[in-house]
């Protein structure tokens, strides 16, 4: 059974750094695109990152291009959110989940079929 869980959260100042994991478990596992989302208190979840299954291809929402770099290691089956300039407004809870397929800007949450539990991001000085 598919399984992602999410680490590296935590509290950071504002202009610092953070890398995220999400590590799973399945052989399959580099044949899913990773995305990386994340949730105010009072907002819908917003998509911020995907990776395809090898690692070729990369989207960026707008909030995070230039900041937030995607990675992964399928031989470790583990894809790394580095977080970078960390603003007031980057704080949530950061979830990663995994889709059938490489989609690009279309973070629609349906298609994301396995989910961590999130990570806490606070950026606070």
């Known amino acids: 059974q598919w399984q992602l869980v999410e680490s590296g959260g935590g509290l950071v100042q504002p202009g ?9 478990a399945e052989h399959t596992f580099e044949y899913y695109a990773i995305g990386w989302f994340r949730q105010v208190p009072g907002k819908e979840r917003e998509g911020i990152s995907c990776i395809s299954g090898w690692g070729d291809k ?10 937030f770099t995607i990675s992964r290691d399928n031989a ?12 007031p407004e980057d704080p949530g809870v950061y979830y990663c989940a995994a889709a059938s397929e490489y989609r690009g800007d279309r973070y629609h949450e349906e298609v994301y079929y396995f989910w961590g539990q999130g990570t806490q991001v606070t950026v606070s000085s």
Do not use: E, I, N, P
């Open 16 to 24: 610092g750094s953070l890398t995220l994991s999400c590590a799973g």
């Open 58 to 67: 990369a989207h960026y929402s707008d909030s995070v291009k230039g900041r």
């Open 76 to 87: 470790k089956k583990t894809v790394y959110l580095q977080m970078t300039a960390l603003k």
